[in-house]
C-alpha cells in the first residue's frame, strides 16, 4: 500500500465568500480557478501549483457563528513560498493589511503567521535548502526570525523545488463561474 504522500488542499467554511476571495487574492495572491455559485463556493490556485485547486472557500453567511479560540480542531495551515524574499514581500502585505499575527524561525524553516477576516488562521513559510537544516534535521524550535538577517543570507535562494512539481504560473485572478449542472 502507497499511503499518503502530501497534503493536496484545504477547505475553509467563511461567513462572507466575497470579502475571503478578496483577502486570498489580493493579500495571499492566490487565483481564482473555479466559482459554484449554487453552493456560495470558490475554488482557488497558488502560483505554479500542480493541484487542481489548493483551498476551497464556501460561504455560509453572516449569520455564521465565529470561530472560538482555544478549541478542538484545525489549528493553521501552512503555505510555502520559493524564497526568503518572498516571505520579506509577504511580510510587509501582511503587516499592512492588519493580517500578520507573529513569526518565528523554526531552524529549518523560517514562519510568518496570520488570521485571515473569520480568523481562519495560517502560516506562510520559507523552507531553508535542505542540505542546511544541520541540527534541526530533526528539531522542531521557536526561536526569534530576524528577517533582516535571514534576507543577508539566503536572498535569491529557491526552494520550492526540494517539495515537488510546480508548473507555470496562470492568471485566473477572478475565474468565471462554473453554473451548468454535473451529470451524475
Given amino acids: ?19 475571503a476571495l478578496d483577502f486570498y487574492v489580493d493579500v495571499l495572491g ?14 482557488l490556485r497558488t502560483a505554479g501549483s ?22 478542538l480542531g484545525l489549528y493553521h495551515l501552512a503555505w510555502q513560498v520559493d524564497t526568503v524574499d518572498d516571505l ?16 518565528s524561525s523554526h531552524g529549518a524553516t523560517l514562519s510568518l503567521y496570520g488570521a485571515d477576516p473569520d480568523g481562519n488562521e ?16 530533526d528539531k522542531a524550535v521557536v526561536e526569534s526570525l530576524d528577517i533582516a538577517a535571514e534576507l543577508q543570507r539566503w536572498s535569491g535562494v529557491r526552494t520550492a ?17 462554473t453554473e451548468e449542472p454535473r451529470s451524475g
Fill in 1 to 19: 500500500m502507497g499511503g499518503i504522500r502530501r497534503l493536496n488542499h484545504a477547505v475553509l467554511f467563511v461567513s462572507q465568500l466575497e470579502r
Fill in 88 to 103: 520579506a514581500a509577504l511580510r510587509e502585505t501582511l503587516s499592512a493589511g492588519g493580517a500578520l499575527t507573529g513569526e
Fill in 122 to 137: 495560517f502560516e506562510v513559510m520559507w523552507m531553508l535548502p535542505r542540505a542546511n537544516w544541520g541540527k534541526y534535521e
Fill in 161 to 177: 523545488h526540494e517539495a515537488g512539481p510546480t508548473r507555470p504560473p496562470t492568471d485566473h485572478t477572478r475565474a468565471q463561474s
Fill in 30 to 43: 492566490f487565483s481564482v480557478m473555479s466559482r459554484e455559485p449554487r453552493m456560495n463556493a470558490a475554488f
Fill in 50 to 71: 500542480t493541484n487542481h485547486h489548493d483551498l476551497g472557500l464556501f460561504g455560509l453567511g453572516d449569520g455564521a457563528p465565529p470561530r472560538r479560540r482555544p478549541g
